[in-house]
């Protein structure tokens, strides 16, 4: 089964993702992890995307499609899969359709994740991430337990993303609206979206998205 979280950049979609992972045994792929590993390792495929990445813009098909395959033909997705930040375009979710049908696998959901525009630099503009275990933080909305320690691996190192920047994120909320919002309606017609108001508190979010999985997979 795939579970599928659309939503604007800073919708919590990384965050929901891992607390799914952890409750229902599913493999979380971020498409938005897997390239900045390919940025970080110098790959052919993270040279090509790191300039479109820093200047908020969509990746390449190709590119994401690639990496994307590559990741699930490594991972044990026997449990299920939560993807999160892909498909995000229609060339995108046509060609996830045509792997999954090639597979016998099918979207069990797909969540709209759904936050106001205004909200979103708030929330990037205070995000942070363990460096060694990719737990996500925020200034304000999500401190650990011990300041400057993570809480789930005891690290204290952290990083901030170099595309967290207020112009940068206009940009990729201009993406979103032109290229991903439109795929809220294409999951509609297949009659397998939910839709979770993602402005209320990560714990309040996370139990409306554990009762829209445990009824679908
Ligand atoms: P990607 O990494 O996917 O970034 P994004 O979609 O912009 O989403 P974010 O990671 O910024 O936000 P999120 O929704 O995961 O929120 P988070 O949980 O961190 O993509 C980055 C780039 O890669 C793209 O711009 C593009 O260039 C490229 N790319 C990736 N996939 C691609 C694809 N398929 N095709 C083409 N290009 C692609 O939460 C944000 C913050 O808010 C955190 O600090 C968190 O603690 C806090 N928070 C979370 N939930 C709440 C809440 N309910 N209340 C208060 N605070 C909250
Ligand atoms: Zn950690």
Redesign the pocket.
């Known amino acids: 089964a795939v579970i599928i ?1 659309l ?11 891992r607390m799914l992972q952890d409750a229902h045994g599913l493999v979380q792929l ?4 897997l ?2 590993a390919a940025v970080k390792a110098g790959t052919e495929a993270g040279r090509a ?1 790191k300039a ?2 820093e200047a ?6 190709d590119i ?1 499609l690639a990496i ?1 395959r590559e990741r699930m033909a490594a991972s044990d997705v026997s449990r299920g899969i939560i993807l ?6 229609a060339g ?1 979710a046509e060609s996830l359709d045509g792997l999954l049908e090639a597979e016998g696998n099918t979207i069990a959901a797909a969540i709209a ?1 759904e936050v106001d525009d205004g909200a979103m630099v708030e ?2 503009s ?3 991430t363990c460096a060694a275990c990719g737990e ?3 200034d304000r ?2 401190v650990p337990a011990v300041e400057g320690v993570c809480d789930k691996c005891g690290g204290t190192e952290f990083s901030r ?1 170099p ?2 920047k207020a112009e940068t994120v206009r940009g ?1 909320l201009e ?2 609206h032109a290229q991903t919002e439109p795929l809220i309606a294409y999951y509609e017609a297949k009659g397998v979206l939910s839709r979770v108001d ?5 714990d ?2 996370a139990e409306a998205m554990n009762t829209i999985v445990r009824r679908a997979i």
């Open positions: 979280l939503g604007p950049p800073g919708a919590g979609k990384g965050t929901q993702a971020s498409t938005g992890d390239l900045r995307a479109v990445m908020g813009g969509l990746v390449s098909d994401v994307l999160d930040g892909f498909p995000r375009t995108q994740m929330r990037i205070g995000r942070y996500g933080y925020h909305f999500k993303r595309d967290d990729r993406a979103y993602a402005m209320a508190r990560i309040e979010v």
